[in-house]
């Protein structure tokens, strides 16, 4: 039982990890290009694995940027991890603490939307969780050491369409997710939140507070009318 589950994890990353790879090799180049060592870009993706917020990360140190910047920035833009662990308590409360916390280090937007989605048919387990966050994370690791690596062979990464890999990824997940039509009004009222504090508060696109209130928007929404589905 526990190799059919941790089979069934690395199968249920598979599009995680397609989405991860030009995503990371990105991140790699983009890494390189501002300074960072091969060794340092993979270190980053194996201690931080949090693709926005190395982005920023990035982003601060070709602007110039002091480190406690990226650090305050991470910080907002990876509070929406609270929602998503929490979310996931009710499901770990019968695992065994220590594995089940450490096997959460790999919990990401990803990984949350396929792991929530099986779980409510089926009950987690370690075995489960090893294989869906342990290969989505390796994916990512390994592609950011052969971007590094590759780094000074591109110059526009714009050119291979990388930048449109996440959003694709995210809107494949959540058809994959959409099975009642609450889900679908309290996604349409998410990605208009999103839309609205963008227009009308620019500067939260450039911090992505915009995306944590669109999350608490249509995740409130959602609870508010799934009853009445």
């Known amino acids: 039982m526990k190799k059919q589950e941790l089979l069934q994890g690395m199968r249920d990353s598979i599009p995680i990890v397609l989405g991860y790879f030009p995503l990371g090799f990105a991140f790699g180049v983009l890494a390189v290009q501002v300074g960072l060592s091969i ?35 991470n910080i907002l833009v990876n509070l929406r991890y609270f929602l998503f662990a929490t979310s996931m308590v009710p499901h770990f409360k019968d695992l065994p603490a220590v594995p089940a916390s ?12 396929v792991a929530i989605n099986r779980y ?59 099975s009642k039509k609450s889900d679908i009004i309290a996604a349409i009222c998410g990605a208009l939140a999103c839309l609205l504090m963008g227009y009308f508060f620019p500067e939260s696109m450039a911090n992505m507070s915009n995306i944590i209130i669109a999350t608490l928007v249509g995740a409130t929404i959602g609870v508010m009318i799934h009853e009445y589905d």
């Not at 870009?41 to 140190?61: D, E, H, K, N, R």
């Not at 450490?102 to 939307?113: I, K, Q, V």
């Not at 994370?137 to 592609?143: D, E, F, N, Q, R």
């Open 39 to 73: 060794f340092q870009a993979g270190l980053m993706s194996i201690l931080c694995f949090t693709g926005a917020g190395q982005y920023i990360a990035i982003g601060v140190m070709q602007a110039g940027g002091a480190v406690v910047t990226a650090i305050l920035a």
């Open 102 to 113: 450490l096997l959460s280090y790999g919990l990401t937007d990803e990984t949350y939307a």
């Open 120 to 178: 409510q048919t089926k009950p987690a387990t370690i075995a489960y969780m090893a294989g869906l966050n342990l290969t989505s994370h390796l994916a990512w690791i390994t592609s950011t050491f052969i971007g590094a690596a590759l780094g000074m062979l591109i110059t526009n990464t714009d050119q291979y369409g990388f930048g449109f890999a996440l959003p694709a990824m995210y809107t494949c997940l959540m058809v994959l997710m959409i």
